[in-house]
Structure formats: structure tokens, C-alpha cells
């Protein structure tokens, strides 16, 4: 298993390329279903999440090309991928999987809105709490599916098509959201969406829909409406970039008192973080490269936040902004609304010396002068990549175990990073 060796204590100065988002790049790539005809994505991230999808995607038979580099392409660029779900051959999504990857459940909405039926494994425990599926059953409910549980599978039928119909979420949830609009694409009739997400991936996916011939008014707002159509078509789409890559490089900028240009960063796909990072004393610029982050030497000042939905700070930031925290002048409050048991990193990043008392979903954290290298396991994806950013700041050595969390969503980290000064290296086996 591979492992990240990181001496801490050097600022960070450059630019970094951000890239493609992954949580919008997974439900492009499985929207792709909803078509007989070729999808093509570019500025796809390359990551072992996607690298996954990919072959779940070919077990019901779509056809992935991945386009050769183009004269003048660097392995910095996004890759293009080339998508054909002409022929379903398998309604099926099986454990062995889906467990792998919760996202991948959402192929139940394409192929139950494309094909009649899917039979689609329940995604089961993760490490960041329950995340049940419920409210997606619901959206294929009201959209006059029949669902059944049966041995750990959710079997929906739509045997004559699916019907336009009302969703109104009990909670704001993105997957629900992702379910909702891909079904309802293909249904007869309109259908209406209320208390949606509102998480720019929604938008950027609704975007791709709408190019590829659906009819979707409202997405990143709470209330979308989508008026079905019989079939759709083809499109070229670029995914957008990942505003939490670009939110945990300017956590690790701060935390290093450096300066680097985040490019191809979009400062309104994330406000709510640099109005926090603002608050902390960081300086953020938008600039025609992207976003300009600055911190002088002058210290980290502590913040209080909630995790909240779109367009609030994102629960996929929590974490790096507590390690950025651990060093403040001060001492911090952190709330942790979305999901359960999104604290894992805590342990870890106390081992590097941070000062944290955890009570239910409130984490106090009382800034220190120093942390200090020390071997830490990375457990999920978020927070992974917070003990990097405690390690860049940390005296010493820090070795990072378990790194795959890492490649699921952080492409070519140790590089970014490196180029722009770190001490970083992956050490392989
Ligand atoms: C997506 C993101 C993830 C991010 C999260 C919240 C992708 C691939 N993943 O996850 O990175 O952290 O949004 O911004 O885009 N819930 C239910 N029942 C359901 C579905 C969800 O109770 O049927 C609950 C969840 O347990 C959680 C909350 O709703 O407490 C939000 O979940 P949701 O927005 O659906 O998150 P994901 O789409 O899984």
C-alpha cells in the first residue's frame, strides 16, 4: 500500500492547475446511460474513483474511449472520455461494486427511466455514517416507480415508463437531487423538484442534460422542473472545476504562509469557504488566472462555522479547515450538520499534537504554536487530505498510510503540490 512522505514547514509558492470536479464528473458519466448515443466529456480528472465507475459503467455495457493525448496536451490536462451506452446489456448493479462506490447506486435512475427495470445492491455502512438511500427511493416513487427490497438489492420497475410527478425532499440531498433529474428526464410529463440541492455539480450536470436534449428549468436553485422528453441525444460537455480541490489548496496555502495562483479556479463555486479563509486573515484574489491565495507570516485567525448545504461551507471542507484551525491564534468551533461521524480525522490530527475535544457534532479546536510529524492513517477522502495539510505545516516527518482515499479524489496531489515547494513523495508498496 502506498504511503506519503511529507517533511513539513515549507511555503507553499506557485500555481496549481485545478481540475475537473469528480462529484460532478460521477453523475455525468452515469447520466451518459440515459442515451443510445455518444457522450463525451472533457476536463474528465483522472482518479481512482472515475477509473471505477468506469468499469462498473461496462458491466452494463457502455463502451468508454479514452482520447489519446492532442499535440500541445500535457499530463496536467483533463482527459476526454468518449462514452457509449448504445446497448444495455445488464439491469443489474451487484454488491460487489456498488459497495465500492456509494455514487455508483445512481445508475438505478437511468437505467430504470431508460430500460424499465434495475436491480441495483443497496451501497451499505460507510465510514462517514449511515448515508441511507431513502430519499432516492422516494424520488422513483413519485415518479411512479415500483420499488421492492429484496436481498440487499433495490428492484425498480417502470415496466410502461416513468411518469412526471412531484418531489418534494424531506431534506436537501445531492444524490436525491442527481436521481430526481436524471429520471425524470425520460418521464412523460413534467415534473417538479422542490427543496433540491443546489450544489454547483447539480447545475453543471443539469447543463449537460439540457445540451443533451432534456428540458430542465431551475437547477441550482431549490426548485427545478423538468418537462420530460421521449428520447435524448448525444453532447460534448466539460466538467467543471472541483471547488474543493481549489478550497483545500488555498486550506494548504494558508497553512503554509505561501502564495499560489489556483488555475482555473472559480472563486463563486465556493464563497462561503474564502469568506471563511478571509475571516482567518488569508488573502483570496480572483485574478484571469483563477484565484490568487496569499498569507503573510502574521498568523491564522480562529474561525466559527456549520457545515450546511449549497451555497453554505461545505461538509467536504470540514476537515481541511480543521487542520488549518490547529494553528490558529485562537480557539475555533466547527459544526458538523451533514453527515454523522465525519470526524475521523480528529484522532489523527491530535497525533500530530492538535488541541480538539470532540462533543456530538460540535468540534472545539484551541490552536497550538507547532505540530509535529508523526505516522497517521488516512481514513476518508476529505480527511486524508487534512492530514496533509497538517503535515505541511508540521515539524518533521509525517507519513501518511493508506493513500488510496487520497487517489479517489485528489488527482496527482504529491505533484501539485511539489511543484509548487512541498517536500512531498509518494513511496510505493
Ligand atoms: C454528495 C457528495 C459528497 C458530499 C455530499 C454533501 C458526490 C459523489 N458526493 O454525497 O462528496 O459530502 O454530497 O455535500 O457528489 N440522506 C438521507 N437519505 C438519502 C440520501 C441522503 O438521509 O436517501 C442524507 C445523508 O445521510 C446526509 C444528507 O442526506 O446526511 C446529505 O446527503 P447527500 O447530499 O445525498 O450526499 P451524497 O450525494 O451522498
Request: one cysteine or more; aromatic letters at 2%.
Amino acid at each position: 500500500m502506498d504511503r506519503i512522505r511529507i517533511v513539513g514547514r515549507r511555503p507553499l509558492q506557485g500555481t496549481i492547475r485545478i481540475s475537473g470536479a469528480k462529484n460532478a464528473t460521477l453523475p455525468l458519466m452515469i447520466a451518459s446511460m440515459l442515451t443510445d448515443q455518444t457522450l463525451i466529456l472533457d476536463n474528465v480528472p483522472r482518479l481512482a474513483d472515475v477509473n471505477l465507475l468506469q468499469r462498473i459503467l461496462g458491466n452494463h455495457g457502455v463502451d468508454i474511449m479514452v482520447s489519446g493525448k492532442r499535440p500541445g496536451e500535457t499530463a496536467l490536462d483533463g482527459q476526454t472520455l468518449h462514452i457509449s451506452a448504445a446497448n444495455i446489456v445488464d439491469t443489474t448493479a451487484p454488491y460487489e461494486l456498488v459497495s465500492k462506490m456509494r455514487a455508483s447506486f445512481w445508475v438505478i435512475a437511468p437505467l430504470v427511466a431508460r430500460m424499465g427495470e434495475a436491480r441495483v445492491s443497496m451501497p451499505g455502512g460507510c465510514a462517514i455514517g449511515t448515508r441511507p438511500v431513502d430519499l432516492l427511493i422516494l424520488a422513483l416513487e413519485r415518479l411512479g416507480a415500483q420499488i421492492e427490497i429484496d436481498g440487499g438489492y433495490v428492484v425498480a420497475r417502470a415496466p410502461n415508463g416513468l411518469k412526471g410527478g412531484e418531489i418534494s425532499f424531506p431534506k436537501v440531498t445531492v444524490s436525491g437531487t442527481h436521481t430526481a433529474l436524471m429520471a425524470a428526464a425520460l418521464a412523460d410529463g413534467e415534473t417538479l423538484i422542490e427543496n433540491a440541492a443546489r450544489e454547483p455539480e447539480i447545475a453543471d450536470v443539469a447543463e449537460c442534460l439540457n445540451k443533451m436534449g432534456a428540458r430542465i428549468v431551475g437547477a441550482g436553485t431549490e426548485r427545478i422542473v423538468v418537462t420530460g422528453v421521449p428520447k435524448l441525444n448525444g453532447a460534448r460537455h466539460r466538467v467543471l472545476p472541483d471547488r474543493i480541490e481549489t478550497g483545500t489548496y488555498a486550506m494548504a496555502v494558508a497553512m503554509t504562509s505561501g502564495d499560489v495562483v489556483l488555475e482555473g479556479a472559480r472563486p463563486e463555486l465556493l464563497q462561503a469557504a474564502l469568506d471563511v479563509l478571509g475571516e482567518a486573515g488569508v488573502g483570496i484574489a480572483k485574478t484571469n488566472e483563477g484565484i490568487r491565495v496569499t498569507k503573510n507570516g502574521t498568523g491564522i485567525a480562529p474561525v466559527e462555522i456549520t457545515t450546511q448545504p449549497f451555497p453554505g461551507f461545505p461538509t467536504d471542507l470540514q476537515a481541511q479547515l480543521m487542520a488549518l484551525m490547529t494553528r490558529a491564534n485562537g480557539t475555533s468551533h466547527i459544526t458538523e450538520t451533514i453527515f454523522e461521524n465525519r470526524f475521523m480525522h480528529v484522532q489523527e490530527l491530535v497525533r500530530l499534537g492538535a488541541h480538539i475535544h470532540l462533543d456530538g457534532e460540535k468540534a472545539t479546536i484551541e490552536g497550538v504554536e507547532k505540530l509535529k510529524g508523526a505516522p497517521v492513517m488516512a481514513t476518508d477522502l476529505r480527511a486524508s487530505v487534512s492530514l496533509v495539510i497538517a503535515a505541511l505545516a508540521a515539524e518533521g516527518v509525517t507519513m501518511v498510510n493508506r493513500v488510496y482515499h487520497l487517489d479517489r479524489g485528489f488527482e496527482r496531489l504529491e505533484d501539485k503540490l511539489s511543484g509548487c515547494g512541498a517536500a512531498i513523495e509518494r513511496i510505493s508498496g
